[in-house]
């Protein structure tokens, strides 16, 4: 184990000993949830303006994700470039319980809205550029074990580690992302965000208690290099990203979630999308992604090697 991770084991020994005293009057979100599900981000095109699965549809579905699953060596990772294979995977076996086509409800059709024109193009300056990227600079930032798109809210499903741990205090809701061990911070005695000038990486979050619902307030985020988009859904997403999340226990073992995303130099219109977080008995390990992590100096000389065979002689 390391420092930061006993730390980190410390401080959440610690805060659970204590926060049980600190929510009275509030539901008590403190536990281990994982967000993966067989359920897209997006509704398939196949599907239309077909909102919600019917239950024959639901259970070949979650039969062909159970498949998918135990097959540790799929056909595509024979035949073509593949990162991991489905035994590192964890996207899920079940629907989501609404049988909604896509975690996104609005716009109705289940797809994130059109990046504006200046998004658009930033995004294929972008794939241009990682395609041959001459320093890592010029990678996205999860390439470079920086922060990765699970973390930041919305806080959308990804392929695997989709596991988080809620922490609650009188002050504040700390939320444990298990890629890439980032943590967020939820100030539930703070009305007003930092100045703009302030911009983090994972944003700045208030949060505020609506009855029995979180609800969390995060603006000033960073633009990342073309971070917010070189994964997951988020592409084109910049420092006006506006995110407000919405948590709430619907049993004791699920939770709701609910966002909602505005930001107009990057989407032609808001967007929102609700999915469930059910309880894990955990734990969340240490995702150690710079432990040994050969990928990056191999991305560069692959790269190199690309376009040396591109120029050789045939």
């Known amino acids: 184990m390391t420092r930061g991770t006993l730390a980190l084991a410390l401080a959440a020994a610690f805060l659970n000993g204590n926060a049980s005293a600190q929510v009275k009057g509030h539901p008590d979100f403190q536990g281990i949830w994982n967000s993966a599900t067989a359920t897209p981000l997006e509704r398939p095109a196949k599907y239309k303006d077909k909102a919600f699965f019917t239950t024959e549809e639901a259970a070949e579905l979650e039969h062909q994700a159970v498949a998918r699953r135990e097959d540790p060596a799929p056909e595509v990772a024979k035949k073509t470039f593949a990162s991991y294979n489905a035994v590192f995977y964890e996207t899920g076996t079940t629907l989501l319980k609404s049988l909604r086509t896509s975690i996104i409800t609005d716009p109705s059709d289940g797809r994130i809205p059109a990046l504006t024109p200046t998004a658009a193009a930033e995004k294929a300056r972008r794939a241009e550029l990682l395609k041959r990227a001459q320093i890592p600079s010029e990678l996205g930032l ?19 580690n989709s596991n988080y741990q809620i922490i609650q205090t009188a002050h504040e809701v700390m939320i444990n992302v298990e890629m890439i061990h980032d943590t967020r911070i939820i100030r539930m005695d703070r009305k007003t965000h930092l100045p703009a000038s302030v911009q983090l990486w994972l944003g700045d979050s208030i949060g505020r208690w609506e009855g029995n619902t979180l609800v969390v307030d995060t603006t000033n985020f960073k633009d990342g290099g073309g971070y917010f988009g070189d994964a997951g859904g988020m592409f084109g997403s910049d420092h006006n990203l506006h995110v407000v999340e919405r948590f709430r226990l619907a049993d004791g073992n699920t939770l709701e979630y609910k966002f909602e995303v505005d930001d107009p130099t990057a989407f032609t219109r808001p967007w929102k999308g609700e999915l469930a977080m059910e309880r894990s008995d955990g734990p969340i390990y240490e995702y150690a992604c710079h432990e040994g992590n050969y990928a990056l100096p191999n991305l560069l000389n692959g790269f190199r ?9 045939k």
């Open 142 to 160: 999860q390439d470079r074990c920086i922060v990765f798109v699970s973390a930041t809210p919305p806080m959308i499903p990804y392929i695997y």
């Open 305 to 313: 090697a690309a376009e040396h065979a591109e120029t050789s002689p």
